[in-house]
């Protein structure tokens, strides 16, 4: 039987100075930040979001509250939550952000950085939506991240059976089908909490409401693939659900994917 422990270390990077990070945090397109002063933030119109077909699709969002390019692709992001086969977790970096009331977590800084490797994407960036583990797209474009969600439909990402069994607060995890290479592949399990409604505090996003949905507040892997898998999330009354992620760890790819989801 294999277990997650939540309180596993994360993957390591190396140490980046604090110069680097400032740098890293900072970057976007040549002209955005004339952009970002000429232009609201304005809702996500529903309607503008094209149908992502039936398959599951996961959707890794690395901001941060302190970012001033995040609140378009924050809502962008609670807008693709409202198709059924989008499965989003919210992982706010720790590299930059707000003294007050923060969302960050180290392990979001480690998994985005270990991406980069991956994805060979360059320096971590904010925001940056990542696609079934296989893409990176910049999370305030709306254009590119419609255009990169139409072309993850047709990268087959497969539904894990999660099921309650008679032990309080355990589930089984069922994989889809025998890995060819089990040895490849980590099963990741990650608590998201129920909606953050705020006041950003500091920052340059200082006074601006925000509603943060599905933010990743744990997180813990296992590599102990052989016989059943069964998982007991320490879930709280904060939290929102679960999800299970199957992963390729040389290639990034997500291969399949559990979500269970509080009410």
Not at 41 to 64: M, Q
Not at 188 to 202: R, S
Request: charged content about 20%; hydrophobic content about 45%.
């Amino acid at each position: 039987m294999a277990t997650i422990n939540l309180s596993l270390r994360p993957l390591q990077i190396a140490a980046l100075t604090l110069a680097a990070l400032l740098t890293l945090c900072l970057w976007a397109p040549a002209g955005f930040t004339q952009e970002v002063k000429a232009m609201p933030v304005a809702p996500v119109e529903e309607e503008e979001l094209p149908l992502l077909g039936k398959a599951p699709i996961v959707i890794e969002l690395f901001s941060s509250q302190a970012c001033v390019f995040c609140p378009k692709a924050d809502k962008l992001f609670a807008d693709l939550l409202k198709q059924d086969n989008v499965i989003g977790l919210a992982c706010h970096v720790d590299y930059f952000d707000v003294e007050t009331g923060s969302l960050a977590h180290p392990f979001c800084t480690e998994r985005q950085s270990w991406y980069m490797e991956k994805l060979f994407a360059g320096p971590n960036y904010t925001p940056q939506m990542v696609i079934n583990g296989a893409v990176d797209v910049v999370g305030y474009k709306f254009g590119d991240v419609v255009k990169t969600l139409q072309k993850a439909v047709f990268s087959e990402v497969l539904p894990l059976g999660i099921a309650e069994t008679t032990a309080a607060g355990t589930y089984k995890v069922t994989l889809p089908q025998k890995l060819e290479q089990p040895k490849d592949y980590k099963l990741w399990l990650a608590l998201y909490d129920k909606p953050h409604q705020l006041t950003i505090a500091d920052g340059r996003n200082k006074g601006q409401g925000a509603v943060y949905y599905n933010i990743v507040s744990q997180l813990g892997s296992t590599d102990k693939l052989a016989g059943d898998i069964y998982v007991t999330p320490p879930m709280k009354d904060a939290h929102q659900g679960f999800v299970v992620l199957l992963q390729n760890m040389k290639t990034g790819r997500i291969h399949a994917v559990g979500r269970h989801k509080r009410g």
